[in-house]
């Protein structure tokens, strides 16, 4: 077992199910799973780790208890303590050495992300399922973007990710008037990809399995930088992963698995 997975990750739970699926919960469910500066550094030292160890094909984040996450921890904002201590210049500071290494660190990871949304979703909790891959959300959760009713703005990088998923216009009105969107409202504006419970979460988790993970991998890669690139771009790319894929043992085995008629077996070469 690799040592990452032994240790212990404060206001985290982990456990490597079969195939490969790491589950990660977010355990602080006496404060809703708000982000703690403890859960933070966990989230961002452990998944790059998960990320380098081959038996973790896909991760999979929900939330302990009734809800899946917060965002900022309320009772902290009140005592300007933690993330939410200091003077403006020292707050900056602290945004940027802090909470927003969640949303550099998931773009950076090239393994495919589910998140099962169990309850609400709010202000970062809300960006943060944001930033997964693939969404799932229980018919109990909601999602509510209520940084401005708090006089905050989503410092947690929002403004970037939730516009990309469902829209501009949409964006705007959960921003701007911080109502809360139900998940059979969400599943409608393409903001989960499915309303169901864990299981479902966990089967759209195991339907990653079934793709040969380097061209998965890349796949995502090629989809992020779709979003910010040129055509010409994006096709240089593209040939550049694919000549790395076609050559690739796994491209060899699903050929002859679809000659012979039978599942492939994917190994990641």
């Known amino acids: 077992m690799s040592t990452w997975l032994k240790q212990t990750w404060p206001d985290l739970k982990i456990s490597l199910l079969e195939g490969g699926i790491l589950q990660i919960t977010l355990d602080r469910a006496e404060a809703s799973n708000a982000f703690s500066d403890e859960m933070i550094e966990s989230l961002v030292t452990m ?34 303590s933690g993330m939410f201590a200091g003077a403006s210049n020292e707050l900056r500071e602290r945004y940027q050495q802090g909470i927003q290494r969640i949303p550099l660190m998931m773009e950076s990871l090239s393994k495919p992300i589910v998140t099962f949304v169990n309850g609400a979703a709010v202000g970062a909790g809300c960006d943060f399922a944001c930033m997964a891959d693939l969404r799932v959300a229980s018919d109990k959760a909601f999602f509510a973007e209520t940084f401005a009713k708090l006089g905050l703005v989503p410092g947690d990088g929002g403004t970037y990710f939730l516009p990309r998923i469902i829209g501009w216009t949409r964006a705007m009105e959960m921003f701007l008037t911080g109502r ?29 399995l079934d793709m040969a993970p380097i061209a998965l991998q ?47 077996k994917f190994v990641g070469k």
Do not use: Y
Request: charged share 25%.
């Open 47 to 80: 998944m790059p780790l998960a990320e380098k160890d081959p038996s973790v094909r896909v991760f999979l984040i929900t939330g302990a208890g009734k809800h899946f996450c917060a965002g900022g921890d309320i009772k902290a904002m009140n005592d300007r």
């Open 218 to 264: 890349m796949t995502k890669k090629a989809l992020k930088l779709s979003q910010r690139a040129e055509l010409s771009q994006a096709l240089d790319q593209l040939s550049a992963f694919q000549g790395i894929t076609q050559r690739s043992l796994d491209h060899e085995e699903a050929v002859k698995a679809l000659l012979e008629k039978r599942p492939a």
């Open 180 to 208: 809360r969107v139900s998940s059979a409202e969400a599943l409608s504006w393409g903001m989960v990809n499915r309303v169901g419970d864990f299981d479902h979460a966990l089967e759209l988790a195991r339907s990653c």
